[in-house]
């Protein structure tokens, strides 16, 4: 079986990059950026999941739900703190 890498594919292993890339970040940096974190986060999530509405996988569809709810919580978290200056 040859499955070919379609644009789909290839769009989901450009939202598994930045989700490695927002671990790797979270991992090196000594005070992460939460807008970088997160929205990083949040792209690959969105990336992902566009990729896996066309090759359905619904244990890993599920997964980028959250996923991506985790990192608009962030993503709000940290305009709180934003707007309160914490």
Not at 10 to 39: D, Q, R, S
Request: aromatic share 12%.
């Amino acid at each position: 079986m040859t499955d070919q890498l379609d644009i789909y594919t290839l769009i989901g292993f450009v939202g598994m990059a930045c989700i490695i890339a927002a671990y790797a970040y979270l991992t090196w940096k000594e005070e992460p950026n939460p807008f970088v974190l997160h929205g990083t986060n949040l792209t690959g999530a969105a990336l992902l999941t566009v990729s896996l509405l066309v090759h359905t996988n619904w244990p890993s569809l599920v997964l980028e739900g959250f996923w991506a709810a985790i990192a608009i919580w962030g993503l709000a978290k940290a305009v709180r703190a934003r707007r309160t200056g914490v």
